[in-house]
């Protein structure tokens, strides 16, 4: 059942506007006074746009004292203050902007409002308005002041998802810049500021598969400080001070069984070339020539230094193995295996012959035909060091 007030009620009602509007302005000053002490920011701000602020009052104090006197008007306002709100809904982006909380904007706005109230109800009291349009005058202030709280609130949210998109947008700009060869002391700087990241001392690259959903969703969860790498030939993040007290360990654990690859800890300007070592490993790691999970590259050094340049590396294959070039191809596996086996277990033919699973005569008969084939190159350390690099990290002999 629709609600009526009686025709001298509406009247009364309607004649408060008048009243209502002289008095902004002292419930203005009223509400400037009290923001000075908690919230000095806000008072200076109605003083700024003083003018702006009474042409919203005088339209709201117009809704609210229209809805107190229809009852078809059921107190809320659709919008019709959305120009004039602009101006709160920038309140709230300015909020977010300075760094400070939502709840204390809409804490002043909560003693503006109760400010505005009291003038409301003398007025009402001195017209010895009924209950009832007491009541929906109350109702018409406190919708006004969901207004004014969704509009700030709308403009922080807005700020805020702003915000986030721009930093997110240097983060990955300043993550191409560190990996690029253009990067310098300052640009860093400049870029790292507007990404909110603390440069660190070191960091270093983690790389995962292009085409490996469950690692790449792994990354953004390893520290909130680190930045993420999309590049057509890397996909990883860049973890900052990765060689702190523990880091190492829980990095570890974070990326066991993603397949990862850490790269070596360095300077920010040094990470290109970090980012070119790590490459190497982690096709060292898909030849399974590196195992480990994840391959922390600094303990592998020495694979990547020979398998870095595969030209320069089968160039040296080809000269230090030539004495077996003219084998079949089987004999030639089996006594380049055990070759390898050898130059590792440092002539240790018991352990060669654990390590191939074969009897230590056929060890013996092996080591007997490689001495025919190389003569005394194998006695020649300078000779075993070039057969050592040449096959001590295959996949069978990894470093």
């Not at 700030?152 to 700020?159: K, M, P, Q, R, V």
């Amino acid at each position: 059942m629709t609600e009526t007030i009686d025709r001298s009620t509406v009247a009364a009602v309607e004649g408060l506007l008048p009243a209502l509007v002289d008095g902004l302005p002292a419930v203005l000053d009223e509400v400037t006074a009290l923001l000075l002490g908690e919230w000095p920011d806000y008072a200076e701000f109605l003083v700024e746009q003083r003018e702006s602020v009474a042409r919203i009052g005088t339209a709201a104090l117009s809704r609210i004292v229209n809805t107190a006197a229809d009852p078809r008007l059921d107190g809320t306002w659709d919008g019709e203050l959305e120009g004039d709100l602009s101006l709160l809904k920038e309140a709230g982006r300015a909020q977010w902007r300075a760094g400070k909380p939502l709840t204390s904007l809409l804490s002043a706005y909560r003693a503006g409002g109760r400010a505005g109230w009291r003038q409301i109800a003398r007025s009402a009291m001195d017209q010895h308005l009924p209950g009832q349009a007491v009541a929906r005058l109350a109702e018409g202030v406190f919708a006004f002041m969901e207004e004014l709280a969704s509009a700030s609130t709308s403009g922080y949210l807005e700020a805020q998802s702003e915000a986030a998109v721009e930093r997110e947008l240097a983060r990955v700009e300043l993550a191409e810049l560190l990996l690029s060869d253009r990067a310098d002391d300052r640009v860093v700087a400049a870029t790292a500021e507007r990404a909110r990241w603390h440069v660190p001392a070191t960091v270093a690259v983690v790389l995962v598969g292009h085409d490996d959903p469950v690692a790449s969703d792994l990354l953004p969860h390893l520290d909130p400080a680190s930045l993420p790498v999309h590049r057509p030939d890397a996909v990883g993040v860049l973890v900052p001070d990765p060689v702190g007290p523990g880091h190492r360990a829980r990095l570890a654990d974070a990326l066991r069984g993603s397949g990862a690859v850490v790269g070596p800890s360095v300077a920010p300007l040094q990470l290109p070339a970090a980012l070119r070592v790590t490459q190497v490993a982690m096709r060292l790691q898909r030849e399974y020539v590196l195992t480990d999970d994840p391959v922390f590259v600094d303990e592998h050094l020495d694979a990547v230094i020979v398998h870095r340049d595969d030209a320069l590396l089968e160039t040296l294959q080809a000269g230090v193995l030539s004495p077996l070039a003219g084998l079949p191809s089987p004999n030639r596996e089996r006594l380049q295996e055990t070759l390898a086996c050898w130059l590792w277990q440092m002539g240790d033919r018991r352990r060669v012959a654990a390590e191939l699973h074969v009897h230590p005569q056929t060890v013996r008969y092996r080591l007997a035909r490689l001495r025919e084939l190389f003569g005394d190159a194998l006695d020649d350390p300078a000779a075993r060091g070039r057969l050592l690099l040449a096959l001590g990290w295959s996949p069978a002999h990894k470093a």
